[in-house]
């Protein structure tokens, strides 16, 4: 991140995240981010801390990371098919959603794809991808087969070379994820297969400001 020049008072660090607890949220808080002005954003949606997620950059172009880990507990049949009218394998996964937070006034338009972990020991998981433009977690294979964006369980993309790495899989083109301003989405993660499961890097790309 770059350093400010004629910095205004009370200036923050670019990519700096100030995070309240409370702010009208019945439970959790709400967090701001430092745009590249050095001042901070508008505080967003509601979130729990320690739930996982990913808080978008402000800028076009700007990646965030975060790792997490799929737990080999937490089950359900792999989700397959193509959004908005996803299927159901019969194969039960590792599978975790993630809260994608967007700290803006504008529509974001974003990218998301898994990597591996820079965890000691992490290796490669074979995953699968999908969206809800929604911040609460489908409880029904109907509600879950209602995605918004995927079921994608590949990913292809030569402008990042970051990005779609061995069988890790990601949200590009068509299939990638819009939030509403100071809105969230989930990101479904999984696993391919049923023994697959531990640590992965999660990246999303903001790729429009509308």
């Not at 794809?113 to 109907?142: F, R």
């Amino acid at each position: 991140m770059g350093a400010c020049k004629n910095e205004p008072v009370n200036a923050c660090s670019p990519g700096t995240i100030d995070y309240q607890a409370g702010l009208s949220c019945s439970e959790g808080g709400r967090a701001r981010v430092c745009s590249a002005s050095c001042t901070f954003g508008s505080f967003g949606e509601c979130y729990v801390p320690g739930e996982p997620t990913l808080i978008l950059s402000e800028t076009q172009g700007g990646k965030v990371s975060n790792e997490f880990t799929l737990p080999a507990t937490e089950t359900a049949p792999r989700l397959s098919g193509s959004c908005p009218s996803g299927s159901t394998s019969n194969s039960n996964v590792s599978y975790q959603y993630v809260t994608l937070v967007n700290p803006t006034s504008s529509t974001i338009v974003a990218s998301v794809w898994t990597g591996q972990s820079s965890h000691t020991g992490a290796g490669y998981i074979d995953t699968v991808l999908a969206a809800y433009n929604t911040a609460t977690k489908p409880t029904t294979d109907a509600a879950r087969q209602a995605c918004s964006a995927g079921v994608n369980d590949t990913c292809s993309d030569t402008s990042d070379p970051t990005a779609c790495d061995s069988s890790w899989a990601g949200l590009f083109g068509s299939s990638r994820v819009t939030i509403g301003p100071n809105a969230k989405a989930l990101v479904y993660v999984a696993a391919y297969y049923g023994d697959k499961y531990g640590d992965y890097k999660l990246t999303a790309r903001t790729d429009n400001l509308q």
